[in-house]
């Protein structure tokens, strides 16, 4: 914590994070007890976001991220350049297997999204910009995930936790470091229906010495597209386009 902090503002950064980390709409009530704070406090706070667009209120009085929020988002993204750099290879690597592309970074210790492209088909994900997920439920976790330290991983895992999403989620991190390991024996790592039922993802890390935000890009597809004979002829155009990416960094 930093010498010079300000409580009010520590709080509302704190809700803002508890919404946005959560597809659940949370009313004043479920804020002070996810987050252990007066009602008073959260009462006055939440009407402030609300007066500045950065939370709205639905006709239940429950709160979800507000159209700011989103402004802000967008002008990070528009400043980040990799993503600019990477839209063109994420756009080829779509148009080659007709799967959703995804691209991510470790932050905070979860993974967050931040870009996104979409093929035009009747199968969509309900993933964005600005997403966060553990590390041990997606490709992309698992992809940069390979390229952690030992140390590193211990302290994600142990801070967050590895919670069972599915039946088929690895919840041991002995597990979970064997199954990476193929990510440097074959490129790219695979994540079959571990973060949600009828999905699989294949990602792969960008590596680039230059560049030191762990990142990965990936595919998501439902389960009757992406079958598993396919996976290596995926994962090779998957691992092709993030040796793309990293040498144009």
């Not at 959560?22 to 402030?48: G, H, N, Q, R, W």
Request: with cysteine; aromatic share 8%.
């Amino acid at each position: 914590m930093g010498k010079y902090n300000v409580p009010a503002l520590e709080k509302a950064i704190q809700i803002l994070d508890l919404i946005s980390s959560s597809s659940e709409e949370y009313s004043v009530t479920e804020i002070c007890k996810e987050l252990d704070l007066p009602k008073a406090t959260v009462f006055t706070t939440m009407s402030t976001l609300e007066y500045y667009n950065l939370v709205q209120k639905d006709h239940a009085g429950k709160f979800n991220i507000g159209p700011k929020m989103f402004q802000f988002g967008m002008a990070y993204t528009s400043n980040h350049s990799i993503i600019d750099l990477a839209k063109p290879f994420m756009n080829k690597l779509k148009d080659e297997t007709d799967f959703t592309v995804h691209l991510g970074i470790l932050h905070e210790n979860k993974i967050m999204y931040i870009a996104k492209e979409e093929p035009d088909n009747f199968i969509k994900f309900s993933t964005y910009p600005g997403l966060r997920t553990e590390v041990h439920l997606s490709g992309l976790g698992k992809a940069i995930a390979s390229f952690l330290n030992e140390n590193e991983l211990k302290q994600i895992i142990k801070s967050e936790g590895m919670i069972q999403a599915t039946p088929n989620t690895i919840t041991s991190l002995k597990d979970f470091k064997a199954n990476i390991q193929n990510v440097h024996e074959n490129g790219y790592a695979i994540e079959d229906e571990e973060g949600e039922i009828g999905v699989r993802c294949i990602a792969a890390p960008i590596i680039n010495a230059r560049y030191n935000t762990p990142t990965a890009i990936s595919i998501a597809a439902h389960t009757s597209q992406l079958l598993e004979e396919d996976y290596e002829k995926v994962g090779k155009l998957v691992w092709q386009t993030a040796q793309e990416i990293a040498r144009n960094i």
